[in-house]
Nanobody, 114 residues
Framework: QVQLVESGGGLVQPGGSLRLACVVS????????MGWYRQAPGKQRELVAS???????AYLDSVEGRFTMSRDVAKNTVYLQMNNLKAEDTAVYYC????????WGRGTQVTVSS
């Protein structure tokens, strides 16, 4: 069974930065592709960043150049560094292991507001 625990969210002003972390247990992240998703109130969950099992990242156009997804295989943890945050980045952020459809954590709230 895969378990994921997200952390690092909070309230930040526009232009600020946050670093999210997702600790994975039950599966080795070096053998799995993963993603960071977000869901804003009244909107569908969307994929904002992903990383292959080989470590290659990809990004939603609207976050390209501002967000960086990385991983620490030794800690079995993935990260999302978010810079130059905008109000439209406000959402609950979740990590997910693509291979396991029910592998969702509880998420971490990110609020960008002045």
């Amino acid at each position: 069974q895969v378990q994921l625990v997200e952390s690092g969210g909070g309230l930040v002003q526009p232009g600020g930065s946050l670093r999210l972390a997702c600790v994975v247990s039950g599966r080795d992240i070096s053998h799995n592709s993963m993603g960071w998703y977000r869901q804003a109130p009244g909107k569908q969950r969307e994929l904002v960043a992903s990383i292959t099992s080989g470590g290659s990242p990809a990004y939603l156009d609207s976050v390209e150049g501002r967000f960086t997804m990385s991983r620490d295989v030794a800690k079995n943890t993935v990260y999302l560094q978010m810079n130059n945050l905008k109000a439209e980045d406000t959402a609950v952020y979740y990590c997910h292991v693509f291979r396991y459809s029910d592998s969702w954590g509880r998420g971490t709230q990110v609020t960008v507001s002045s």
